[in-house]
């Protein structure tokens, strides 16, 4: 009986802890930075999520030289969409049929290695989210994604090879996947960073994306 209350206890704890980690997230999300007005903001860069997971897409004509170079873009890529994640769960994860704990596990409280995916489209989607932009906006936007590959001796970013994902290219990229670290920290970093408007730390999707819809 003594050993079922203390895992009762744990369980109650770890409960506990659970939700008051998604309550504090959601309260910081509503936490807004860069909220100044700004003038000479010509250009855009838009949001992308499938619920769960924020991308940045970034038009052709905005994208830095040595982006447009490096990622090898085709001529009917007019936009191109970037995702941060943990690579261990997007290379065994493919669809959410595949979903085993202990990808999420890893993903959440291991050391994993992270990706960059990049995906292009032909034409802009109406379920993007537009976000205006000024040049020194887009620039050190185009900095921070840019500086998120991993690359070789070479100054090459590394691809990884992969069949699962045939219309995205996944490169190997910087940092860790952590609980404070998610694919949509990556892309409110990313904002954050370049002087646009964003959340202060978001863990969820809506917490950037509400800062932009209208």
Sequence with gaps: ?????????YTAY??????LY???????????????PLVNQTKFVYLSSNGIHLSIIIPKQNLSLDLNNELQLEPTDNFIRFGWGDENFYMNTPTWADFKFKYAFGALFLDNPTLIEVSSHRFQQK????????ETQLFKLN???????QVNQKEEKIILTQTMYPNSKLYK???SYSPLKTCNTWVNDGFKSSGMKASYWTLF???????YKK
């Design 1 to 9: 009986m003594k050993y079922i209350k203390k895992i009762l206890k």
């Design 143 to 149: 900095v921070f994604i840019s500086e998120t590959f």
């Design 173 to 175: 990229a910087k940092g």
């Design 14 to 19: 770890s409960l506990l802890s659970i939700l």
């Design 205 to 211: 999707d809506f917490g950037l994306l509400n800062k």
């Design 127 to 134: 379920k993007w989210v537009k976000v205006p932009v000024n």
């Design 22 to 36: 998604i309550g504090i997230s959601i309260l910081i999300s509503f936490i807004t930075v860069n909220d100044e």
